[in-house]
């Protein structure tokens, strides 16, 4: 057997020998004086040799535990030159199969299923961004331990809720990878459970039915612009989100049958709500119809006619007439109207069909979208007629 000594003595000579140590593993000195590992075996009656690399690099130990593996697999009826073949292929489509990639492919898969664009730029932001450390690596190979190390310090930095939600798209683009044979499993599964609960922070609303009729009252005298005025009485009077109150186009109002069809590209749920337009409602939308040209934005920007008007403007408005971000925001009209409705006694399902609430059950969800409609335009003049009588609530008390 060879011995360190040996093999650091072994001086190269006219032509290449051999050095051989025990259970086919041998030294090849050539005439340059390179000193390579080599190990021989027979499978399936066939010499075969498998090369293990350079000494020093390569110390004795080394080689021989590297031969000793090759001989495990050849006792389990594998040629270990195949078995290396295969496991440079596997290296090969592993390193090539990255998390980026996958990633890609899962945000390629969101733009071609119809998905808002800022839903898409929300992902790339988690995925490419947050995310990473990750992208580089074999999707295969990532552990639960380096997730959870880029989550925690999220969390750590007081992003609680951010961390959650790039677990669960990260889990998302795991599975992808599984069902298409990239990953063996979710590793975000074992993350069950090991972030902290997010302080949630609901949007400010006025519940309270005179301070709402105050708001109303306000909203009628505000001196601003005509645009941002008639914006936030549309959100009040349609119970709607202020993304499709500042994206509401002329084409979208069916005056023959009161209604606004807004498309699904741009409902949060991806599909199509008709919203029943109160006599208060439409009264708004006539004022301001004749304040822009053709089929376009019904409420534009102040600055442009192409458009349309920033939520933040709508929350500038608000803070102008003295209320502040804990008491209400251009959101918070829908919990009004949810809340007050619900205390009053009035059908939940309808209020919740008004709102665009998605239903779990696909009948359930079906049966609200055709039955309610009726209903839904009863509830939204009731509404309207509601906000009516807080405004002269509002005066009285003040009186």
């Not at 360190?4 to 051989?20: H, R």
């Not at 549309?234 to 500042?246: E, I, K, Q, S, W």
């Not at 509401?248 to 337009?277: N, Q």
């Not at 803070?319 to 919990?335: C, L, N």
């Amino acid at each position: 057997m060879l011995t360190q000594l040996a093999i650091s003595n072994a001086k190269p000579k006219a032509k290449p020998y051999k050095l051989s140590d025990a259970g086919g593993l041998s030294l090849l000195v050539e005439k340059g004086g390179s000193k390579l590992w080599r190990f021989r075996y027979v499978f399936s009656g066939r010499e075969k040799m498998l090369s293990f690399g350079a000494f020093p690099d390569v110390t004795l130990a080394q080689a021989r535990a590297k031969r000793d593996e090759a001989r495990q697999i050849l006792a389990g009826g594998i040629d270990p030159a195949q078995k290396r073949k295969e496991d440079k292929v596997a290296a090969s489509i592993s390193a090539a199969n990255t998390f980026g990639v996958v990633a890609a492919e899962y945000i390629d898969r969101l733009a071609k299923e119809g998905a808002a664009p800022s839903t898409i730029s929300k992902n790339i932001w988690l995925l490419e961004d947050l995310a990473a450390p990750l992208c580089k690596r074999p999707v295969s190979d990532i552990t639960p331990v380096e997730i959870l190390e880029i989550l925690k310090r999220i969390e750590k930095s007081g992003r609680r809720d951010t961390a959650r939600r790039l677990r669960g798209t990260l889990g998302t683009v795991f599975r992808y990878a599984v069902v298409t044979q990239r990953a063996p499993t979710d590793p975000t599964y074992a993350l069950k459970g090991a972030l902290l609960r997010p302080d949630v922070q609901h949007r400010a609303a006025i519940t309270d039915e005179t301070k709402l009729g105050a708001l109303m009252v306000n909203i009628d005298n505000y001196d601003g612009s005509p645009t941002l005025r008639a914006a936030l009485l549309l959100l009040a009077l349609t119970m709607t989100r202020p993304g499709d109150v500042r994206h509401m186009r002329k084409s979208e109002i069916v005056f023959p049958k009161a209604l606004w069809r807004i498309p699904a590209e741009r409902m949060k749920m991806r599909r199509p709500h008709d919203v029943p337009l109160s006599k208060q409602a439409l009264t708004v939308i006539r004022e301001m119809w004749d304040l822009t040209e053709g089929n376009g934005l019904l409420l534009p920007s102040i600055r442009s006619s192409v458009k349309p008007l920033s939520e933040n403007a709508m929350n500038s408005a608000l803070r102008r007439m003295g209320y502040d971000k804990t008491e209400v925001t251009a959101h918070g009209f829908r919990s009004s109207a949810s809340t007050i409705l619900n205390e009053r006694g009035f059908n939940p399902d309808v209020i919740e069909a008004a709102l665009a609430h998605q239903d779990e059950d696909d009948v359930r969800r079906a049966y609200n979208r055709t039955t309610y409609l009726q209903e839904r335009a009863k509830l939204m003049q009731d509404w309207a007629d509601m906000l009516d009588e807080f405004r002269k609530l509002s005066l009285r008390h003040v009186a």
